[in-house]
């Protein structure tokens, strides 16, 4: 009787994923494979396999060489900025702060604030500013909040009794933190990194509506504009030889960001 319950509620769970599973496959895995064909044909319209030939003409293209390099340096530039501000800020409010909910929900606001409406008051007060400034702000602005969340979450199921047990042998609060908190925070550490790599991808909102214009100055021209101006185009091929660029650069970053968490999260 009890494994005729156990399937059923098996099946149950089974019902209750295949929408999702219907939805991932429909939206994401089928364009995916698609896309992937599209970059080894010379177009839609002639659908002869040209092996490499669409990934070499990207590669040569001087605007997608200038967008993956500003992309890789928004990454860079940006990412560890955000989070060390993120994992700094959440320990501060985590032991200093802790009854304080209104602090939290200050960083936490920029998340429901529309970009539309709050890019005209960065226009104002960076108008006349020129580089990449205003919109590493922005992304910083915006983006703060989810990474704090995470990392507070995370701090919270430390027990206390580890922070006891290291004051009593005479650790300070700096010591504590490399050695107790980064470690035992490192699987949220990393999904914030991760998270953080992603939205820096999804910049391009942001970035359209500050500058508002598909073709903004050469240090503001990332891979979201170059795969958007080629989609208009209806030129799929450098399209899709371009989102496959993007998606080994992204795999590359995840790895690199698995092996670093393993190496450094804390084990019993």
């Known amino acids: 009787m009890s494994v005729n319950r156990k399937l059923r509620w098996e099946q149950k769970c ?3 994923i295949l929408p999702g599973f219907l939805g991932t496959a429909v939206f994401a895995l089928i364009p995916f494979f698609r896309m992937i064909y599209y970059a080894f044909v010379r177009s839609q319209f002639r659908r002869e396999f040209v092996f490499f030939r669409n990934f070499i003409r990207v590669w040569e293209n001087d605007y997608f060489r200038l967008a993956l390099k ?3 340096f928004l990454l860079l530039r940006d990412v560890p900025v955000l989070m060390l501000t993120a994992v700094t800020l959440s320990i501060l409010l985590h032991f200093f702060f802790k009854k ?4 939290k929900a200050a960083f936490i606001l920029p998340m429901v604030i529309p970009t539309a409406g709050i890019v005209p008051v960065w226009k104002t007060i960076f108008g006349d500013l020129t580089g990449t400034l205003p919109v590493d702000l922005l992304f910083l602005w915006k983006n703060i909040g989810i990474c704090m969340i995470l ?3 995370a701090l919270e199921k430390i027990p206390d009794s580890v922070y ?3 004051k009593t042998d005479g650790a300070g609060f700096i010591k504590t933190q490399l050695f107790i908190t980064i470690p035992m925070t490192a699987p949220a550490l ?3 990194t991760l998270l953080s790599v992603m939205n820096s991808y999804k910049i ?3 970035s359209f509506l500050y500058y508002g214009t598909s073709y903004p100055p050469d240090y503001a021209y990332t891979l979201q504009y170059y795969m958007n101006n080629h989609f208009l185009k209806l030129d799929y091929q450098s399209l899709a ?3 496959i660029y993007n998606t080994l650069l992204s795999l590359l970053l995840i790895l690199t960001g698995l092996r670093l968490t393993k190496k450094f999260q804390y084990t019993e």
């Open 164 to 166: 006891d047990a290291a």
């Open 14 to 16: 089974i019902f209750c």
């Open 70 to 72: 500003n992309s890789i």
């Open 204 to 206: 391009f909102k942001e």
């Open 190 to 192: 990393f999904f914030g």
């Open 151 to 153: 990392m507070t979450a």
């Open 100 to 103: 304080d909910a209104w602090v």
């Open 241 to 243: 030889a371009s989102s």
